[in-house]
């Protein structure tokens, strides 16, 4: 008879709503003093990490190689382009491109409670109208060796 799988020791995590948005309150002070975007790891696990992000500017146009993004609104509200075409794309790292903006990409409408999931190598960028702001979890994914 096969023996049972050992069950793996250590904990869960667990953030509920608040905390986090809580935790946001330092990353909206980082923000405001910097570039208007801020962010912070939380936890990284084998294949995946969590962070939050706040960011009160657009973001930059991006593409991850090897990575998806899985985006779960905690509070604001943003729009989210997907697809298209990076224009001004520079690679900033091993599987990392950068740009100004995505061209021709979908337009959706992101408020709290909402998920995305934008998968490895699709451009996607976070665009903010005047004083909007978005808080969010963020889940990236290895989905590419």
Sequence with gaps: MDALPKKKTG???????AVLLERATTLRELA????GAASET???YPGHCAMLLFRSRDGAAEVHENFADVFYVLDGHATLVT?????????IGPGEI??????????QELR???????????PHQMLLRGEQTLTCLVMKVRENP
């Design 112 to 122: 709290a409670g909402d998920v995305a999931h934008v998968p490895a190598g699709l």
């Design 11 to 17: 904990h869960s995590d667990h953030w509920s709503p």
């Design 32 to 35: 405001r003093q910097g570039d």
């Design 98 to 107: 950068r740009g100004s903006s995505v061209e021709g990409g979908r337009r």
């Design 42 to 44: 939380l936890r990284e």
């Design 83 to 91: 697809g298209g075409a990076v224009a001004g794309a520079a690679s």
